[in-house]
């Protein structure tokens, strides 16, 4: 059984997580092409990207060639890949870092640190992104509903979620938008555990990552199993991968290193 002292550290870790960033406007939307500097920033994996757009908006706001785009306009892409804003930065970074960037010379494939992202401010992929809004209830919706999932998954119903205090709902988003813990941590527990009971199933979704390609959309390099496991006879890892998720791919000569599976390319969160 995992103590206090290390469940804290393990939390701590995985809220204290973070990745370099390089942002770049893209040409299509800069007054000087391709000369604005980019933005630099560490940000954390748990967060979204889209909190970050009014800073990048007044960064990038005397290139802008359209002076009327607003906040709220700019979505990211990796290597010509949209890259769907409700995902966290750390799983959007798994899923699409691992594979050798298109037209990127060696040494940065070997090198994908800062992760080089694209900003764009026009041109909005209606077929692959919601539109975001000006009020951030677009993203807000999208992250109430995913917990309601969770919720509905560990028990059964949605009703610890529904159940929480209006003031614990704001806060609960807040601390999120601020990325603050110790805000977060208590709201989250209530719903982890409700009423002190034990935890009964691990929401859990698996995230097959693929290589961006000019071909392909991002929604065809994603597969999403949702599942209830009994945390007592849970199986994790390549062998419940292989079991219940990973389709027998036609060519399955992936040499010495093994499956993708097996080398950690996969992401579980909950």
Not at 67 to 79: L, Q
Not at 123 to 151: C, M, R, T, Y
Not at 152 to 159: D, E, I, P, Q
Not at 245 to 263: E, S
Request: hydrophobic share 40%.
């Amino acid at each position: 059984m995992t103590s206090p002292t290390r469940l804290h550290g393990l939390q701590d870790a995985a809220w204290n997580g973070s990745l370099p960033l390089e942002i770049k406007l893209v040409p299509q939307d800069c007054q000087v092409y391709d000369q604005a500097d980019p933005y630099l920033i560490h940000y954390p994996r748990l967060s979204y990207l889209p909190f970050l757009l009014p800073k990048l908006h007044a960064f990038f706001a005397s290139f802008l060639i359209g002076s009327e785009v607003n906040p709220h306009d700019g979505w990211f892409s990796f290597e010509g890949v949209p890259l769907k804003w409700h995902y966290p930065l750390g799983l959007l970074y798994d899923l699409f870092s691992g594979a050798s960037p298109l037209q990127a010379q060696a040494e940065e494939a070997q090198n994908p640190l800062p992760w080089r992202l694209q900003l764009h401010f026009s041109a909005w992929p209606a077929d692959q992104l919601v539109p975001l809004d000006a009020g951030g209830k677009v993203l807000h919706d999208a992250f109430i509903n995913s917990v309601k999932e969770a919720d509905f998954l560990r028990n059964g119903s949605a009703k610890e979620i529904m159940s929480l205090s209006k003031n614990d709902s704001t806060q609960l988003w807040k601390s999120v938008e601020a990325y603050d813990f110790g805000v977060y941590n208590p709201i989250s527990q209530k719903l982890l555990y409700a009423q002190g009971a034990p935890l009964r199933h691990i929401p859990m979704r698996i995230y097959l990552p693929s290589s961006p390609s000019e071909s392909e959309g991002a929604s065809r390099h994603l597969k999403v199993v949702q599942s209830l496991q009994r945390t007592a006879n849970s199986r994790v890892g390549s062998a419940f991968l292989t079991s219940f998720v990973v389709p027998q791919p036609k060519n399955t000569d992936f040499g010495k290193a093994g499956p993708p599976w097996d080398r950690g390319a996969y992401v579980f969160t909950g």
